[in-house]
């Protein structure tokens, strides 16, 4: 199993930025691809990005350079930076992993974590 726990939401101004951090535990060995979505209030939840175990990244055409997704060497921990932030960011942001266990995808996700944009 992997357990994700979301840190560093808040509320930020119009033009700011924001990082959001993801703890990765468990079996981490097993996780194919971690990433970060959002789903904003009577929105669907959609991918911001992703990182695969070999290190690729893929972006989601909406993010236009102002986020960065980062994983740590060692894998405990998948940050966001949201740079230039704007209403449309208000949202809840979700870490999500994909790991094999017994021969199958599992999908894990975190509990989410609040993002306010003020203007």
């Known amino acids: 199993q ?10 930020v101004q119009a033009g700011g930025s924001l990082r959001l951090s993801c703890a990765i535990s468990g079996d981490d060995d097993s996780i194919a691809v971690v990433g970060w979505y959002r789903q904003a209030p009577g929105k669907q939840r959609q991918l911001i990005a992703d990182i695969t175990r070999s290190g ?9 350079g102002r986020f960065i997704i980062s994983r740590e060497s060692a894998g405990h921990q998948l940050d966001l930076e949201i740079n ?3 209403q ?10 994909s ?9 894990f996700w975190g ?6 944009v003020s203007s």
């Open 2 to 11: 992997v357990q994700l726990v979301e840190s560093g939401g808040d509320s």
């Open 56 to 64: 690729k990244i893929t972006y989601t055409d909406f993010t236009k």
């Open 99 to 107: 790991a094999w266990f017994e021969g199958y995808v599992h999908e």
């Open 88 to 97: 449309e960011d208000t949202a809840k942001y979700y870490c999500h992993a």
């Open 111 to 116: 509990q989410g974590i609040q993002v306010t």
């Open 84 to 86: 230039n932030v704007v």
